[in-house]
């Protein structure tokens, strides 16, 4: 199982991976304005025991709270920190490429504002990647402060998408992840709408590796994330890395036209030999109902694809931005 974390071994590293080099940290920020000052501190504690120079990108993802005037005040302190305003909220998979667009490093982590990811595995993310890996994941080990529920609904969720898609999605991993220049080049290649950022940063390929971390509770304020965003983030995962649904439904349409001929048979045999004194309305609703419910079911599912169809074919920007403020980069 621990092998399967690693997809490749890794290559050669180019000399910018090999010493020195930048840093970005990309912090996708919605309505943190509570936590954003602490992270930044704590990550800034981390970002100066590195021996490379370090920016960090703040992506403000139409935040309604003080974010945008922390953020500027933060910037005011340390000009190692760049804003990134969104025009309005775009979510958090959006914000997180926009990120990536901005961010300037060798080197690229991918961090959450809410502290649930310890900036102190950041030194060891970077030592692996100057090892020559290119996606450095962090691999969660443990869940504090979730609850059961939501610890079952995503083991399903990984279990699903595993089975489904072809790619070798590792699981219980987050976005907490560092990047390096090549992978970060080629996951800004993909400009699609749907943006389910663990399948597509999977997806790239290149020798990645998990390192195993605690994942600890939130630090102040509450997740973004209601059960039923959790539910979108499931089917976009589904929709967006395999087409196994639209498969079901046709075995499930194979599977009632063979129960409804069967049933045919049934009936003309038993009319033929026991005659038919009308009566069979419950079967007949019976029959209605289920070819009823099957047919909505793949209806659905077709539509599913068919509005991601809608939605890609648009080609729209993925986000536009209201004001950037650039970090100014000094020497470790
Ligand atoms: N986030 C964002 N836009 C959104 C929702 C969330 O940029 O629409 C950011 C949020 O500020 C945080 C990160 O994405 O930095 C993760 O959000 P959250 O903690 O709510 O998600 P969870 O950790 O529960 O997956
Ligand atoms: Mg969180």
Redesign the pocket.
């Known amino acids: 199982m621990e092998n399967q974390a690693t997809l490749a071994e890794p290559h050669i590293p180019p000399a910018s991976q090999a010493e020195g080099g930048l840093l970005s940290v990309v912090?996708?920020?919605?309505n943190?304005a509570e936590t954003l000052p602490a992270c930044v501190r704590r990550l800034t504690a981390v970002l100066d025991t590195l021996p490379m120079a370090s920016e960090i990108v703040l992506v403000n993802?139409g935040s309604r709270d003080d974010s945008l005037a922390i953020m500027r005040q933060l910037h005011e302190a340390d000009p190692r920190i760049a804003i990134v305003d969104l025009s309005r909220?775009f979510?958090?998979e959006i914000?997180l490429s926009a990120g990536l667009d901005f961010a300037k490093g060798d080197a690229v982590v991918v961090l959450?504002?809410?502290l649930?990811d310890p900036p102190e595995l950041i030194p060891e993310l970077v030592k692996h990647w100057r090892a020559g890996y290119d996606v450095v994941y962090g691999k969660r080990v443990a869940r504090q402060g979730e609850t059961w529920l939501k610890k079952a609904t995503a083991y399903a969720f990984y279990r699903v998408l595993q089975k489904l898609a072809r790619v070798p999605l590792p699981e219980d991993t987050?976005d907490f992840r560092l990047l390096s220049r090549r992978a970060v080049n080629a996951l800004r290649q993909l400009r699609e709408q749907h943006r389910f950022m663990k399948g597509l940063f999977a997806w790239i390929g290149y020798p990645q590796k998990a390192v195993p971390y605690r994942r600890d509770p939130?630090y102040a304020g509450t997740?973004?994330?209601s059960y039923w965003r959790l539910w979108n983030l499931a089917i976009e995962g589904i929709t967006s890395f395999t087409i196994a649904p639209l498969k079901v439904a046709s075995y499930l349409g194979l599977l009632t036209a063979c129960l409804a001929a069967a049933y045919a048979l049934f009936v003309v045999y038993k009319t033929l030999v026991w005659g038919e004194p009308v009566a069979g309305y419950p079967s007949l609703m019976v029959a209605i109902l289920s070819l009823g419910a099957v047919q909505l079911l793949t209806l659905g599912i077709i539509g599913e694809y068919l509005g991601r169809i809608f939605n890609e074919s648009k080609q729209r920007p993925l986000y536009f931005v209201k004001d950037y403020v650039e970090s100014q980069i000094g020497e470790p």
Request: net charge negative; hydrophobic share 25%; aromatic share 10%.
């Open positions: 912090i996708p920020v919605y943190e993802d909220n979510g958090k914000a959450d504002a809410d649930q987050g939130r997740t973004k994330w």
